[in-house]
């Protein structure tokens, strides 16, 4: 589990931005290396399917995603990135940020999640869950307090 400050990040204009009451938050997904494609595929899906059913704006795919020089086809990040949209206020930031802890939990494989707000990234992987909590309740004071 790693945190990543604003210093240095340059994750693209649709990437985070709080604009307004309106703020969009990068969810990227790396699935567990051991998992084919087609489980990494199926990962992403069932991730953006919990997502969609938060009290959210949207949930979409980031444009303009390249693949990596020599790819392919989409890699594990490319798959699994989407950008949601919600308000700033009301606790539905709270909301996004634990059903993402939850779904890691639920799931024995060894995937990574990162969430992006405004170039601050945290990374949720290999934790243990009161590690996890700790983290990730600090992340949510920093985005929800005015």
Do not use: C, N
Not at 27 to 34: F, G, I, Q, R, S
């Amino acid at each position: 589990m790693r945190h990543r400050g604003k210093a240095g990040d340059s994750m693209g204009d649709d990437t985070t931005a709080a604009i307004g009451r309106v703020m969009d938050v990068r969810v990227d997904l790396v699935a567990d290396p051991e998992f084919g494609a087609e489980a990494g595929e199926r990962a992403a899906r069932q991730l953006r399917s919990e997502l969609s059913e938060l009290d959210v704006e949207s949930v979409r795919v980031p444009v303009g995603t390249p693949a990596p020089d020599g790819a392919k086809g989409a890699d594990a990040i490319t798959i699994g990135a989407v950008v949601v949209a919600l308000s700033a206020s009301g606790g539905v930031f709270t909301s996004l940020v634990e059903t993402v802890r939850d779904w890691l939990g639920r799931s024995a494989a060894r995937h990574r999640v990162s969430l992006t707000i405004d170039g601050d990234t945290i990374e949720l992987e290999h934790a243990t869950a009161d590690e996890r909590r700790a983290l990730v309740e600090a992340y949510i004071r920093r985005h929800t307090e005015d």
